[in-house]
Nanobody, 113 residues
Framework: QVEFVESGGGLVQPGGSLRLSCAAS????????MGWYRQAPGKQRELVAH???????NYADSVKGRFTISRDNAKNAVYLQMNSLKPEDTAVYYC???????WGQGTQVTVSS
């Protein structure tokens, strides 16, 4: 079973940037779609970025134009570049297959001045 370990979160001021990384304990099949999800306090977990095996990407309207998802199949890794961060982006961020399977611990992103 593949396990995901997310990293790169932290505290950042509004307008700042972060790059999240996701490492897999096993091989991420190149034919699987991957996603970055987030869960803010008191809210349901939501899919914010999605990448197909062919590399096509889709984003939630709330992050479109600010976030970029990418994958490196050779390194079993998925990334999320987050720019122009807003306080409403504060959440725990997770990577997973799309649709998701077992969840990792996630990485906390806090956007605050």
């Amino acid at each position: 079973q593949v396990e995901f370990v997310e990293s790169g979160g932290g505290l950042v001021q509004p307008g700042g940037s972060l790059r999240l990384s996701c490492a897999a304990s096993g091989s991420i099949p190149s034919f699987y779609a991957m996603g970055w999800y987030r869960q803010a306090p008191g809210k349901q977990r939501e899919l914010v970025a999605h990448i197909t095996p062919a590399g096509s990407t889709n984003y939630a309207d709330s992050v479109k134009g600010r976030f970029t998802i990418s994958r490196d199949n050779a390194k079993n890794a998925v990334y999320l570049q987050m720019n122009s961060l807003k306080p409403e982006d504060t959440a725990v961020y997770y990577c997973n297959f799309a649709p998701p399977r077992a969840w990792g611990q996630g990485t906390q992103v806090t956007v605050s001045s």
